[in-house]
């Protein structure tokens, strides 16, 4: 019930943009913005690159608004114009943008100072980070749609544009990687405590 209360708002946001009201403009850009630039930091650590597209695309979606379909999601449509305009930026600089994917985590002075850590939540997340950071960087981008922003198989296809049965396929393949990676992980870690003491 929330969810589709949540969709009527958003078309009716959505609405009232295509007719020219700035405040609804306003609210999408405010309400979006973070998760567009969440999302950007997935293929590139270039912020100010991040911003400039992200400001590009609200600028055409003011310019484009009358052309816009109604029926159309605002986030996916959102995520579909970020992902190819930053797409076309990299290319455009030449830069690889799975090179640029990745941003470098703190290393642990000591290796207690890891343990330590790891006994933590904040260790425990911290350490699913960097497994996640390690998987492939469409295995990444899948799970960050998929988990972090709630879209379904199909709507990650489409923004994506891959098949339904790839997304299925990289989740898979992500989760079981992930689940492999940080049970070592853990073992590993488990293993180092118990033969200090």
Known sequence: MILSQIQQEESLLWERLKAGDTAAFGEISLRYYRLLFDYGRKFTKDRELIKD???????LVWQKRGQIDSNENVKLYLLKIVRNRLYKELQKQQLR?????????EVADSEEALI??????QGIVAKLNLHLKALPKRQQEVLFLKFYQDLTNDEIA????INRQSVANLLHNGLRLLKARFFLTTLGILLLTWSGQ
């Open 53 to 59: 597209v992200i400001q590009d695309v609200l600028l």
């Open 116 to 121: 330590i850590s790891t006994e933590s939540t």
């Open 158 to 161: 489409e923004v994506m544009h």
């Open 97 to 105: 943008a799975s090179e640029d994917y990745f941003e470098q985590l």
